[in-house]
């Protein structure tokens, strides 16, 4: 996208932009007149884009977003521009609008690195990944790009406004890589294969000591290793349990296998 360093051709030709801005408003979406008054036809431009993407005329916000970008180079409303394409098609979060709002995003940040809005496009890059995170269970291909584009986010700006939310995505995306490696671990105890069970929880823990259900992953390591005749090893994991944890759906069969590893019968262990 080359930026042509052209006079605004309003100011100069004042008479033949209003005529084009109104045939642009008679023919295109809604059929809008230039109101009396205006600014500009980018300033006409932008805020009709903005109240079709409040009343999610797609299309139609689409379409005012690309004339003010196409048409006015200069335009102080050009980056905002960009990003409200981007926001646009984020909103729609089908398959195909979510790979259109990354190109629009990685646009921006390409042209505009130190707009005061760069930290907003890198924040809404990382939730078209967020957004295209499949369950568990599945391919964790955008969950893991979401991860990097949010930790990126942290990284680059760690004085916006946005780090709590981008804190709260990343976790919530890291959850989501966890809960698929959990589910492998899980499967591994009730089949039974035991080694393959402890060595999956434990490099979980390693990987992301932050998981928010690592309860789960305490308790199945610890029933694991109990399994495996490696009492002492598995003791340290129920009492991280109980120490970490208020509520937990594990909490009562951990405080009771904490009483029996403790209890007469173990104390040689």
Same mark, same amino acid.
């Given at each position: 996208?080359?930026?042509? /360093?052209?006079?605004?051709?309003?100011?100069?030709? *004042?008479?033949?932009?209003?005529?084009?801005? /109104?045939? /642009?408003?008679?023919?295109?979406?809604?059929?809008?007149?230039?109101? &009396?008054?205006?600014?500009?036809?980018?300033?006409?431009?932008?805020?009709?884009?903005?109240?079709?993407?409040?009343?999610?005329?797609?299309?139609?916000?689409? =379409?005012?977003?690309?004339?003010?970008? =196409?048409?006015? &180079?200069?335009?102080?409303?050009?980056?905002?521009?960009?990003?409200?394409?981007?926001?646009?098609?984020?909103?729609?979060?089908?398959?195909?609008?979510?790979?259109?709002?990354?190109?629009?995003?990685?646009?921006?940040?390409?042209?505009?690195?130190?707009?005061?809005?760069?930290?907003?496009?890198?924040? @809404?890059?990382?939730?078209?990944?967020?957004?295209?995170?499949?369950?568990?269970?599945?391919?964790?291909?955008?969950?893991?790009?979401?991860?990097?584009?949010?930790?990126?986010?942290? @990284?680059?700006?760690?004085?916006?406004?946005?780090?709590?939310?981008?804190?709260?995505?990343?976790?919530?995306?890291?959850?989501?890589?966890?809960?698929?490696?959990?589910?492998?671990?899980?499967?591994?105890?009730?089949?039974?294969?035991?080694?393959?069970?402890?060595?999956?929880?434990?490099? /979980?823990?390693?990987?992301?000591?932050?998981?928010?259900?690592? =309860?789960?992953?305490?308790?199945?390591?610890?029933?694991?290793?109990?399994?495996?005749?490696?009492?002492?090893?598995?003791? *340290?994991?129920?009492?991280?349990?109980?120490?970490?944890?208020?509520?937990?759906?594990?909490?009562?069969?951990?405080?009771?296998?904490?009483?029996?590893?403790?209890?007469? =019968?173990?104390?040689?262990?």
């Amino acid at each position: 996208m080359k930026r042509h /360093l052209v006079r605004p051709f309003w100011r100069s030709r *004042p008479v033949a932009v209003l005529l084009a801005v /109104l045939g /642009l408003a008679s023919c295109g979406p809604g059929r809008e007149v230039l109101p &009396p008054g205006s600014a500009g036809a980018d300033q006409f431009l932008y805020e009709r884009g903005m109240a079709a993407s409040k009343t999610r005329k797609w299309v139609d916000a689409t =379409d005012y977003f690309t004339k003010l970008i =196409d048409g006015y &180079p200069q335009s102080p409303y050009r980056a905002d521009a960009k990003l409200a394409i981007g926001d646009v098609y984020l909103a729609q979060s089908t398959a195909e609008s979510l790979v259109l709002a990354q190109n629009e995003y990685r646009e921006f940040l390409t042209f505009y690195p130190t707009s005061p809005r760069a930290d907003y496009a890198q924040y @809404q890059l990382g939730m078209t990944y967020f957004k295209a995170m499949r369950s568990p269970g599945r391919d964790q291909t955008a969950t893991k790009q979401a991860v990097n584009e949010f930790e990126f986010f942290l @990284q680059r700006y760690p004085n916006s406004s946005m780090i709590p939310q981008a804190r709260a995505r990343l976790r919530e995306s890291k959850d989501r890589l966890d809960e698929s490696d959990f589910g492998i671990g899980l499967h591994y105890y009730r089949t039974r294969w035991y080694p393959g069970a402890i060595a999956r929880f434990k490099e /979980l823990l390693k990987s992301d000591p932050g998981f928010t259900n690592r =309860d789960a992953v305490y308790f199945y390591l610890a029933e694991s290793l109990l399994r495996t005749e490696n009492k002492a090893e598995a003791l *340290p994991y129920y009492e991280r349990l109980v120490a970490e944890f208020q509520s937990s759906d594990y909490l009562a069969d951990a405080r009771r296998r904490i009483s029996e590893l403790k209890g007469p =019968d173990n104390k040689q262990s």
